[in-house]
């Protein structure tokens, strides 16, 4: 086994010379600021290697090769786009950069938006009390060096912030021009106490992208964040959600992920105020060479607070899903609800599901509960359905959207899960 010294200085050495073949983007101070301390960041703990804790599972190779591979764009032939029958307001991004053209006017939203790239070159703005700030906070207590590299080098993104309550969703769409795509995203959500808004994201980013969101909510501001990945079998891409959360604010936030070569979703949670309330859900579904690993923590940092993990995968052909979920209770976080849970349903014997839930708790007035299982479809209800005449690829399909209905029920609006339950159901007839 390597010595732990030598494992860190191959990560440092990684870094550097990453590091040492890019610039800094220019910008004003309060963006260079930043970026110089991310940058600092990155230099000190390294590339992510397969031998750090929370890679064991997922080679993160692919997200830190010089070039990114070639990907192709598969056209799924759905009568139309996700959400195309919703009331929005569109934000378009190609090959992950903004395209005004394409977009509808942003203060249609009735929120403050505005280009990263744009504001980076100010010397003074909102956003700098959260870029940055957040992704910092979330180096402990597990490094995410690819998140630290994100706020260095990212030009692209956008930031909103919300200071009442939003009618329509804002959506953000990803296009791809290009199947060589490499693309650096990051976001900035601030909503102010008692807003609302809810944050739709869509589309193939990139051959290879790495996305952070920082998301800040005022005392009872509401977020709902509805998120689909799909559309392009052999994309590799890294995201990381950072939220935080003040007393009685709402965060909700589901993804659905359906293709992809390599898919790593970090979220990073904290509950500062009391009576917070954090649900992160997800559902993916995977055929083939696909690695799906999503990889959660939640810190409850205040009394009276509650947070939901819910995570289903369904896997056949090889496919492989991870989930790493933590929930960390401090000891001031009195009557704590916490649930974390994380299933499985293998359609082969080729498939695997890698699965690590941890609990840490340090209040003594908690309810606090976490379970992982792996299984095959129901061979009784499975001879049920088909006893009553159901075709045989129905049956299996209507066992699978069953085990995925605890993650879609997650989503509040039910226009919204109805959408995404019609393109899941689709995906799974195409592969029936």
């Not at 106490?193 to 589309?203: F, H, K, M, R, V």
């Not at 990945?229 to 052999?234: A, C, I, M």
């Not at 369904?314 to 209770?329: E, N, P, S, Y």
Request: proline share 3%; with cysteine.
């Amino acid at each position: 086994m390597m010595p732990r010294a030598k494992l860190v200085q191959q990560k440092r050495d990684a870094a550097a010379a990453w590091l040492d073949a890019h610039a800094l983007p220019e910008g004003g101070v309060w963006a260079t600021k930043a970026r110089k301390a991310a940058e600092a960041r990155l230099r000190e703990m390294g590339m992510p290697s397969k031998r750090d804790e929370y890679w064991r599972y997922s080679d993160p190779r692919r997200l830190t090769d010089a070039a990114a591979q070639s990907a192709s764009v598969i056209d799924t032939g759905d009568a139309q786009p996700l959400f195309d029958q919703v009331d929005r307001v569109k934000l378009v991004f190609v090959d992950g950069a903004f395209d005004a053209a394409a977009s509808d006017a942003p203060e249609l939203a009735g929120v403050e938006i505005c280009q990263l790239g744009d504001a980076a070159r100010s010397d003074l703005h909102w956003a700098q009390d959260v870029y940055g700030v957040l992704e910092a906070r979330g180096q402990t207590p597990v490094a995410r060096p690819l998140a630290s590299l994100n706020t260095a080098f990212a030009t692209a993104g956008l930031l909103i912030r919300v200071t009442g309550q939003v009618q329509r969703p804002l959506a953000l769409i990803y296009r791809r021009s290009s199947e060589t795509a490499d693309a650096l995203m990051h976001h900035v959500i601030r909503l102010d106490a008692g807003a609302e808004l809810t944050l739709l994201e869509d589309g193939p980013v990139a051959a290879r992208y790495n996305q952070v969101t920082e998301i800040d909510l005022g005392d009872g501001a509401r977020l709902h964040h509805i998120r689909a990945q799909g559309r392009d079998h052999e994309r590799v891409g890294a995201t990381h959600l950072f939220a935080r959360l003040g007393a009685k604010a709402q965060l909700k936030s589901f993804t659905l992920s359906a293709n992809g070569a390599l898919t790593r979703n970090e979220a990073v949670i904290w509950l500062d105020g009391s009576e917070g309330t954090a649900h992160i859900a997800g559902a993916c579904v995977g055929d083939g060479a696909f690695h799906h690993d999503d990889t959660v923590f939640v810190n409850h940092a205040a009394p009276r607070c509650e947070s939901r993990q819910v995570y289903k995968k369904v896997l056949r052909h090889g496919a492989v899903g991870v989930f790493q979920g933590k929930i960390l209770v401090d000891q001031i976080a009195q009557l704590t609800d916490g649930y974390q849970i994380s299933q499985s349903l293998l359609l082969d014997e080729d498939a695997q599901f890698l699965a690590k839930p941890e609990l840490e708790i340090y209040a003594d007035d908690v309810k606090c509960s976490h379970g992982s299982t792996s299984g095959e479809i129901d061979a009784n209800q499975f001879f049920y359905l088909r006893a009553r005449g159901v075709p045989k690829a129905q049956a299996r399909m209507l066992l699978v959207l069953a085990f995925l209905a605890e993650a879609l029920d997650e989503i509040e609006d039910d226009t919204l899960a109805a959408d995404l339950r019609d393109h899941l159901e689709a995906w799974l007839s195409r592969r029936a």
